[in-house]
């Protein structure tokens, strides 16, 4: 089995939205797995084996503790089941959706600096509060309906 966790997750600062979820994401993150690394900095140098700056900044990427790149919403999945949104990290495998975000993230990522920072709190506070009320509702192996 390969080890997934730790992983350095490549993310851009200068992206408000970015670099909120970011933050809220690391708040999330009890058992330290998850390091930031802000690829957006004058001083970043893509590590070896790295895709390079340019491409980088472009979209999410996230390096898994055996040296795996994972690039996109597949990098999103790792990072959402990491702190507890599992629920979401299932979400996004089932078949309808990856194609959707498929094609739909890239263009998000594109047009990020449009999104405000409020919204990557509202977003990590609203998953917050459905793994919580999930959680409640599965105690002891036993889900209530």
Same mark, same amino acid.
């Given at each position: 089995?390969?080890? +997934? ?10 992206? @408000? ?9 690391? +708040?999330? #993150?009890?058992? *330290? *797995?998850?390091?930031? +690394? #802000? ?26 503790? #055996?040296?795996?790149?994972? +690039?996109?919403?597949?990098?999103? %999945? ?15 495998? %089932? @078949?309808?959706?990856? %194609? ?10 594109? *047009? ?34």
């Amino acid at each position: 089995m390969n080890a +997934i966790y730790p992983i350095s997750i490549y993310y851009d600062s200068s992206c @408000p939205l970015c670099n909120q979820e970011m933050i809220r994401l690391k +708040i999330l #993150d009890q058992g *330290n *797995n998850l390091t930031l +690394i #802000d690829c957006s900095k004058e001083s970043f140098i893509a590590p070896e084996g790295a895709p390079g700056k340019d491409k980088m900044i472009q979209l999410m990427h996230a390096q898994t503790a #055996d040296g795996l790149w994972v +690039i996109g919403v597949p990098a999103f %999945r790792l990072i959402y089941a990491r702190v507890g949104f599992k629920f979401v990290a299932d979400w996004l495998d %089932r @078949p309808y959706v990856k %194609r959707i975000m498929q094609h739909a993230y890239p263009l998000i990522a594109k *047009n990020r600096y449009c999104i405000p920072g409020w919204f990557a709190e509202v977003w990590v506070n609203w998953l917050a509060r459905q793994a919580q009320r999930r959680s409640q509702s599965c105690a002891n192996g036993q889900c209530k309906v």
